[in-house]
């Protein structure tokens, strides 16, 4: 059974920093393609940074260029996200999610992705 568990959310205040990990397991974690996604109240879900399988491809939304960073460990089947500069836009529910896509992974939408975590809140205080 494929599982996604994400940690690391909280309260914070605005400039602050967050790091927040996703652990996969069920399938082999350096075979997927991994993302972030987040979902503010009554908005839709929205991508914010993916990570290739190799890990040497990374994408951002234009938000999170410069003050997020997303990298893994695949010993430990750990994606990461790190939250930098925050502001109250940021908050939202975060979810990570795996793809299997693997060469034709682009990270960005969410149909490319089979498996989702349940989510870690962030909420940034101004």
């Known amino acids: 059974q494929v599982q996604l568990v994400e940690s690391g959310g909280g309260l914070v205040q605005a400039g602050g920093s967050l790091k927040l990990s996703c652990v996969l397991s069920?399938?082999?974690?350096?075979?997927?393609?991994m993302g972030w996604f987040r979902q503010a109240p009554g908005k839709e879900r929205e991508f914010v940074a993916a990570i290739s399988w190799t890990g040497e491809e990374t994408w951002y939304t234009d938000s999170a260029k410069g003050r997020f960073t997303i990298f893994r460990d695949n010993d430990k089947s750990t994606v990461y996200l790190q939250l930098r500069n925050l502001k109250p836009d940021d908050t939202a529910a975060y979810f990570c999610?795996?793809?299997?896509?693997?060469?034709?992974?682009?990270?960005?939408?969410?149909?490319?992705?089979?498996?989702w975590g349940t989510g870690t809140q962030v909420t940034v205080s101004s």
């Open positions: 999610a795996a793809s299997r896509l693997m060469y034709y992974f682009t990270g960005e939408n969410v149909n490319e992705y089979d498996a």
């Open positions: 069920g399938r082999q974690f350096s075979r997927n393609g």
